[in-house]
C-alpha cells in the first residue's frame, strides 16, 4: 500500500521509479493513469483530476506500456497498434501505425498475430502502441504522458537500447515519460528525475540522480549495497553486493 506518495513531474522530463518488489511502482502508473481511484489525495494532469479524465481526454494524453502485455484477440500486430488511435480519430491513422512499426523494428511483422509473437516482440509492440498513440498534434495545453512499466525487462540488448533511445526523443518532444525500472544505472544515465520507493510504500527520496542513488540511500531502499563501476565519470553499473 502507497503512504504519503507526492511529487511533480513536467513536460519534456524523465522520470525513473525504482524500489523493491511490490514497494507500488505499478501502481502510481496506474494511478497517474486515472486506472485506479486512490483512497486519498488527488493526481491531476493539465489540472485535470485523472479519475475525471473523459476516455477521449484520456486518450489525447496518457499512453500506458504494462509490464506484461496481453491481448485477448488475435489481432494482427498492425490492427493492435492501430488500436491506441481510435479514441483520437482516424485521420492519419495508417500513417502513424506504419511510422511506430518502423520505429520499433516491428515492419516485418505487421501482419503477424500478436500471441505468436515471442516476449520480447510483444514489449516491443506494446510501445509501439503508445508511441502511435502519442504522435499527431494537440490543442495548446494538453500534455502528452508515457506511463512505462519495467518497458526494457524482455528484451535484448539491441532493442532495449532502441527503446532507451526513443524515450529520449519523446522526452525532448515534450512528452513527459515516467518509466518503472530495475536498472538503477540506466535510471542515472537518461532520468531528470528519480523517485525512490521503500519497500513498505512509503517515498524514501526523490530527486536528482546523484542525489538519490547514493550508497546510503540505495542501502536504505534495497537492503544490500552497490558496488559502482563508473569511467570517466560515467556510471556504468551499480552491483549489488552484500556487506561484510
Not at 54 to 74: G, H, I, K
Not at 123 to 137: K, P, T, V
Not at 196 to 207: E, M, Y
Not at 210 to 231: K, N, P, S, W, Y
Amino acid at each position: 500500500m502507497l503512504r504519503d506518495i507526492g511529487f511533480e513531474a513536467d513536460a519534456g522530463q524523465v522520470v525513473s521509479l525504482l524500489g523493491p518488489n511490490g514497494s507500488g511502482k505499478s501502481t502510481i502508473l496506474r494511478l497517474i493513469g486515472g486506472f485506479v481511484a486512490p483512497d486519498s489525495g488527488s493526481l491531476t494532469i493539465d489540472g485535470l483530476e485523472t479519475r475525471s479524465l473523459t476516455p477521449s481526454q484520456r486518450a489525447m494524453r496518457v499512453a500506458f506500456v504494462p509490464q506484461q502485455p496481453a491481448v485477448a484477440f488475435e489481432y494482427m500486430l498492425a490492427d493492435y497498434v492501430a488500436l491506441s488511435r481510435h479514441a483520437l480519430g482516424r485521420r492519419g491513422a495508417s500513417a502513424f501505425v506504419n511510422q511506430a512499426l518502423d520505429r520499433l523494428d516491428l515492419s516485418h511483422l505487421a501482419d503477424r498475430p500478436v500471441g505468436q509473437l515471442s516476449a520480447g516482440q510483444r514489449q516491443r509492440a506494446a510501445f509501439a502502441r503508445a508511441y502511435c498513440q502519442l504522435m499527431g498534434e494537440r490543442p495548446a495545453g494538453c500534455t502528452r504522458v508515457l506511463l512505462a512499466d519495467e518497458p526494457m525487462s524482455a528484451l535484448d540488448p539491441k532493442h532495449a537500447l532502441l527503446v532507451t533511445e526513443i524515450i529520449g526523443e519523446l522526452a525532448n518532444q515534450g512528452v513527459l515519460v515516467i518509466v518503472v525500472l530495475h536498472e538503477l544505472a540506466l535510471s542515472a544515465r537518461i532520468s531528470d528525475k528519480v523517485v525512490l520507493l521503500a519497500d513498505d510504500g512509503s517515498l524514501l527520496s526523490q530527486g536528482l540522480p546523484g542525489e538519490v542513488l547514493t550508497d546510503e540511500t540505495l542501502e536504505a531502499g534495497f537492503g544490500v549495497g552497490f558496488q559502482r563501476i563508473e569511467q570517466e565519470g560515467q556510471l556504468l553499473a551499480l552491483l549489488p553486493e552484500h556487506r561484510r
